[in-house]
């Protein structure tokens, strides 16, 4: 009586289907032990999509994640770097939504007239596009939920022959099983990465809380600390003008306060302090990759004020490339980090302040007049105090 263990490669490869390319198991045994090795997300991806190209030799092989209705390449073989920043929404990718709306795996006829995601994305083919291929999708799925697909591209005609739905499926339990375990460890770091930057940011409330609140019971004081109450309960955005010294950081801190956001943290940005290279990263956050040293996907500080106030001080000083994203984020609630196109939602209040004369600026050309409007829904000039006798 034969045991499975003692079966050879060849013996497995004729009774089952199993491919022909390096040892199967070998390779699926590699991919189930990194499940529990911990490696970093892009790591992981990749080293699951050597094992499967080892396994199956084929031309093309990508990873995506299902996020909602859209799916995001995560790692690639054969395939050209840009395919990696694209998303794909799967109505518009008949092939990609019929991988993921099934439960087995499938195969496309080389000839099929349906387009194929990564069409003009191939490196080797000609003009990348291979007409006649073969292409093998399947969906990945945890606890029963789709959280991406694994595709297969070969320009040979028939390379999938042979492949039994078995090897395909035992492969796409494990495939799935890294995706998730990446995305729950990815949300791991990114509460913690939250958590240590709110940390951050309660500390400095703290700290700049103990600078007291506004003195002064001047008319123009009060009439200031009136706007405040009034402005206060609002998600409107507020520009603080007034000269340096006169309390306008202490005038945003008494605004977050009041607000329904206090409990939060108020997030400071000094735009003056952003060197330029850095500033949109700062900002919007960055993913791996996307410039020397950007390792792991990192939020911004409008994610990290999603729910709270971001104070962007010394907007004067904002770089005017990097105004027209900010307008967005303000207009749109939302973002794309650095290196990306993916876009995220934030629920940010946001309040400005500069001791800048900004309509000078904006006449000079170096600040835009329409992030000027929108910044100033809710203008407060803070009077200097040779105005407050
Ligand atoms: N009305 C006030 N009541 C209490 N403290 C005040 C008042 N105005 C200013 N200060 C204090 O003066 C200092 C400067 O205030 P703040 O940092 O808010 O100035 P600013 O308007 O932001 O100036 P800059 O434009 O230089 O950034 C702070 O220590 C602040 O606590
Ligand atoms: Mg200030």
């Not at 990609?96 to 069409?119: C, E, N, Q, T, W």
């Not at 729950?184 to 400095?204: D, F, K, P, S, T």
């Not at 605004?255 to 997030?267: F, G, K, N």
């Not at 876009?343 to 904006?362: C, F, M, Y």
């Given at each position: 009586m034969l045991t499975t263990t003692a079966l050879s490669q060849s013996q497995l490869r004729a009774v089952?289907?199993?491919?022909?390319?390096?040892q199967p198991l070998a390779v699926l045994l590699e991919i189930a032990r990194d499940l529990t090795r911990g490696l970093a997300a892009h790591d992981r991806y990749a080293r699951l999509l050597d094992a499967v190209c080892r396994a199956v030799a084929c031309d093309a092989a990508c990873l995506l994640r299902l996020e909602g209705e859209v799916l995001h390449a995560v790692s690639a073989r054969g395939l050209v770097p840009r395919a990696l920043e694209l998303s794909f929404p799967r109505r518009e990718h008949p092939r990609l939504d019929i991988i993921v709306g099934s439960a087995r795996p499938v195969r496309f006829p080389h000839d099929s007239s349906l387009p194929d995601p990564f069409d003009g994305l191939v490196s080797g083919a000609p003009g990348g596009v291979a007409h006649v291929h073969d292409c093998l999708g399947m969906a990945l799925t945890e606890g029963g939920e789709v959280v991406g697909a694994l595709t297969l591209d070969a320009f040979g005609a028939g390379s999938f022959d042979g492949l039994s739905p078995e090897f395909l499926e035992l492969l796409a339990a494990l495939a799935g099983a890294a995706l998730r375990t990446s995305a729950l460890i990815e949300a791991l770091e990114r509460r913690a990465q939250h958590r240590e930057q709110l940390a951050e940011e309660l500390q400095r409330s703290i700290a700049a809380a103990h600078s007291g609140s506004l003195l002064g019971h001047s008319p123009a004081l009060s009439r200031l600390l009136r706007d405040i109450a009034m402005v206060a309960g609002s998600d409107l955005p507020v520009l603080i003008t007034g000269e340096t010294g006169v309390g306008k950081e202490l005038v945003a801190r008494q605004i977050h306060a009041a607000s329904r956001r206090a409990r939060e943290p108020l997030i400071h940005v000094n735009c003056a302090a952003l060197p330029e290279q850095v500033a949109e990263s700062e900002l919007f956050g960055h993913v791996a990759g996307a410039f020397t040293g950007a390792l792991r996907d990192r939020a911004g500080k409008f994610e990290v004020a999603s729910g709270a106030t971001l104070f962007l001080d010394e907007i004067g000083e904002l770089a005017l490339p990097l105004q027209p994203k900010l307008l967005r984020a303000l207009q749109q609630g939302e973002l794309q980090r650095v290196g990306s196109d993916r876009t995220h939602k934030v629920d940010v209040r946001v309040i400005a302040a500069s001791n800048r004369d900004l309509e000078r600026e904006i006449a000079r050309e170096r600040f835009r007049s329409d992030l000027f409007h929108r910044l100033a829904a809710f203008p407060l000039r803070v009077p200097p105090l040779r105005e407050r006798r």
């Amino acid at each position: 009586m034969l045991t499975t263990t003692a079966l050879s490669q060849s013996q497995l490869r004729a009774v089952s289907g199993w491919p022909s390319a390096a040892q199967p198991l070998a390779v699926l045994l590699e991919i189930a032990r990194d499940l529990t090795r911990g490696l970093a997300a892009h790591d992981r991806y990749a080293r699951l999509l050597d094992a499967v190209c080892r396994a199956v030799a084929c031309d093309a092989a990508c990873l995506l994640r299902l996020e909602g209705e859209v799916l995001h390449a995560v790692s690639a073989r054969g395939l050209v770097p840009r395919a990696l920043e694209l998303s794909f929404p799967r109505r518009e990718h008949p092939r990609l939504d019929i991988i993921v709306g099934s439960a087995r795996p499938v195969r496309f006829p080389h000839d099929s007239s349906l387009p194929d995601p990564f069409d003009g994305l191939v490196s080797g083919a000609p003009g990348g596009v291979a007409h006649v291929h073969d292409c093998l999708g399947m969906a990945l799925t945890e606890g029963g939920e789709v959280v991406g697909a694994l595709t297969l591209d070969a320009f040979g005609a028939g390379s999938f022959d042979g492949l039994s739905p078995e090897f395909l499926e035992l492969l796409a339990a494990l495939a799935g099983a890294a995706l998730r375990t990446s995305a729950l460890i990815e949300a791991l770091e990114r509460r913690a990465q939250h958590r240590e930057q709110l940390a951050e940011e309660l500390q400095r409330s703290i700290a700049a809380a103990h600078s007291g609140s506004l003195l002064g019971h001047s008319p123009a004081l009060s009439r200031l600390l009136r706007d405040i109450a009034m402005v206060a309960g609002s998600d409107l955005p507020v520009l603080i003008t007034g000269e340096t010294g006169v309390g306008k950081e202490l005038v945003a801190r008494q605004i977050h306060a009041a607000s329904r956001r206090a409990r939060e943290p108020l997030i400071h940005v000094n735009c003056a302090a952003l060197p330029e290279q850095v500033a949109e990263s700062e900002l919007f956050g960055h993913v791996a990759g996307a410039f020397t040293g950007a390792l792991r996907d990192r939020a911004g500080k409008f994610e990290v004020a999603s729910g709270a106030t971001l104070f962007l001080d010394e907007i004067g000083e904002l770089a005017l490339p990097l105004q027209p994203k900010l307008l967005r984020a303000l207009q749109q609630g939302e973002l794309q980090r650095v290196g990306s196109d993916r876009t995220h939602k934030v629920d940010v209040r946001v309040i400005a302040a500069s001791n800048r004369d900004l309509e000078r600026e904006i006449a000079r050309e170096r600040f835009r007049s329409d992030l000027f409007h929108r910044l100033a829904a809710f203008p407060l000039r803070v009077p200097p105090l040779r105005e407050r006798r």
